[in-house]
């Protein structure tokens, strides 16, 4: 058990409840933190600092990683020169039962955050790099703008599959450029018969960059297809406002992933114009890996941060939250064992798309990954395709890992291939 003094914070919006404690475990001192000016803020660091003084070593701060308010209070202990152990939800919640009684308040809270430092070794957490930090915020929404975008996309097939469902028979994609201006402007079969022929076949041309012939086909198509489901069609009020508010979230939202790919782009290349252009670095050894894209490498290393601190790929597994759970106890040990799933769910998105890219084909026949596309099929041999996958990502993980151990680019080899290399490698130390 280490004796420092400990102060435990329990986060708050506005204020926090700080709690520190001595080195025998007593309450030293309590103190609530408001956030909303610098003055009150470093009441708490007066307030650490005095406690530093009567021990004569200085305390280790812990708080919970609590959405982003936690930030400030970090920011400001860490320019004091404080040492912060940020932890996981799940570690604070596993010592609510830490006393019989059922009680939850902010300062019970607060020395609990302050005991899970005594009784378990956390390490310390570094003062994130402000361009990894600010690329990881940027990162996170836009997955969160791409997963909107999909429900929205869904919303409005759904709704265009009551005022017309053949529609998908002429355009495929029914958020496609030339679909979307059509919908908006004949949202329903009878509007587009009523339609102007040469207006909706200048339309289609114009937005689709194709041959006035080629659109003329499309229009008798569209015309044939709303003819037959008129009778069917629910063409109401609600429908028609509905498609049109749909659609322009549609829009809203495309424009806005976009502004952020951007900003992400801009951030990089402002990165690589430094004299030490870390961040460039590391997403060029990443996107050299098959299957990983500027998007998803920058994802990876926004929310990895410093791959320094995985000295075994196992550990930088379980920080994917890819590690299979343990079920054991007396004599039973579990045999069905799922993923953690522990950890940030962006990095095993990226993780997950990385993985199908590497199973699939390009448009020529040719295999993105020839290597990691066999060992697939041959898990799908005796697993379900899913169990297999994870096998894929679990892979993937050890191929980022030995990229940027070694920081040099991918190079594609089979198992075989691999164990010479391993070899002639461990015959020449």
Do not use: W
Not at 21 to 30: I, M
Not at 35 to 63: G, T
Not at 398 to 415: G, Q
């Amino acid at each position: 058990m280490n004796v420092l003094p400990v102060a435990g914070i329990d986060v708050g919006k506005e204020f926090s409840e700080m709690a520190i404690l001595s080195p025998t475990n007593k309450v030293y001192a309590r103190m609530k933190v408001f956030h909303d000016s610098f003055k009150k803020v470093d009441k708490a660091i007066d307030l650490l600092k005095k406690a530093e003084k009567d021990f004569a070593i200085r305390p280790v701060i812990a708080m919970e990683s609590t959405g982003h308010y936690h930030k400030i209070l970090f920011h400001a202990f860490a320019e004091a020169g404080f040492e912060i152990v940020i932890t996981n939800p799940l570690q604070t919640n596993c010592i609510n039962n830490l006393g019989i009684r059922k009680v939850k308040s902010d300062k019970v809270d607060a020395r609990k955050v302050a005991l899970l430092y005594r009784f378990q070794e956390l390490k310390t957490t570094s003062i994130p790099n402000d361009t990894t930090d600010c690329l990881k915020s940027l990162c996170r929404q836009y997955y969160k703008m791409t997963d909107q975008l999909t429900a929205y996309k869904n919303k409005l097939i759904g709704i265009v599959d009551q005022v017309m469902l053949n529609f998908t028979d002429v355009f495929k994609d029914v958020t496609s450029k030339t679909a979307l201006a059509l919908l908006e402007k004949y949202p329903t079969p009878t509007l587009m018969l009523e339609g102007k022929r040469d207006e909706i076949i200048s339309l289609i041309s114009k937005t689709s960059r194709m041959g006035v012939k080629r659109a003329t086909s499309k229009y008798e198509l569209l015309i044939q297809k709303a003819k037959d489901f008129e009778p069917l069609s629910i063409s109401s009020p609600a429908n028609i406002s509905l498609i049109q508010i749909n659609i322009n979230m549609v829009r809203t939202l495309e424009k806005s992933i976009s502004d952020i790919e951007d900003a992400i782009a801009k951030l990089i290349e402002d990165d690589s114009n430094k004299d030490m252009p870390v961040l460039a670095l590391t997403l060029e050894l990443l996107c050299s890996i098959p299957g990983i894209g500027l998007m998803t490498a920058a994802t990876i290393l926004a929310e990895v941060g410093d791959f320094s601190k995985f000295q075994k790929p196992n550990k930088l597994v379980a920080f994917f939250g890819i590690d299979p759970s343990v079920k054991q106890s007396g004599k039973f040990e579990g045999t069905q064992n799922k993923m953690s799933k522990r950890g940030s769910r962006f990095l095993r998105k990226a993780l997950y798309i990385s993985a199908l890219a590497n199973i699939r084909k390009k448009r020529n026949g040719e295999l993105n990954n020839p290597v990691l596309y066999e060992y697939y099929q041959k898990k799908c041999v005796n697993k379900p395709k899913m169990v297999a996958l994870g096998a894929v990502m679990h892979k993937l993980v050890y191929i980022i890992f030995a990229v940027l151990r070694d920081k040099k680019t991918f190079e594609l080899r089979t198992p075989e291939q691999h164990a010479k290399h391993l070899a002639a490698k461990n015959d020449a130390a």
